[in-house]
């Protein structure tokens, strides 16, 4: 089993930077792919990144040039900075572990004010 602890999340304003965290614990291996997804009320939950071992990153179109994943493999510690925020941002945000499962955090919720 593995658990994923989110944080980080909250209110900023549009144009504002928020940093999401997400550490992972249990039966962990450094070859998971990790990463982030979101869901906004009403929608349906979709990818924003993704960090393999390698650190290699894949973006969603949407996001890509405004946020930024990075990964620490010493703490099993996936990152989301989030720059120039907009309305549209607002969501619950969840972390993911996958190597033959998909494990998910419990979310945290990003707010962006116009």
């Known amino acids: 089993q593995v658990q994923l602890v989110e944080s980080g999340g909250g209110l900023v304003q549009a144009g504002g930077s928020l940093r999401l965290s997400c550490a992972a614990s249990?039966?962990?291996?450094?070859?998971?792919?990790m990463g982030w997804y979101r869901q906004a009320p009403g929608k349906q939950r979709e990818f924003v990144a993704s960090?393999?071992?390698?650190?290699?990153?894949n973006y969603a179109d949407s996001v890509k040039g405004r946020f930024v994943i990075s990964r620490e493999h010493a703490k099993s510690t996936v990152y989301l900075q989030m720059n120039s925020l907009e309305p549209a941002d607002t969501a619950v945000y969840y972390c993911?572990?996958?190597?033959?499962?998909?494990?998910w955090g419990q979310g945290t919720q990003v707010t962006v004010s116009s």
């Open positions: 993911y572990y996958s190597v033959d499962v998909h494990y």
């Open positions: 960090i393999a071992n390698g650190f290699s990153t």
């Open positions: 249990g039966r962990i291996v450094s070859f998971a792919l």
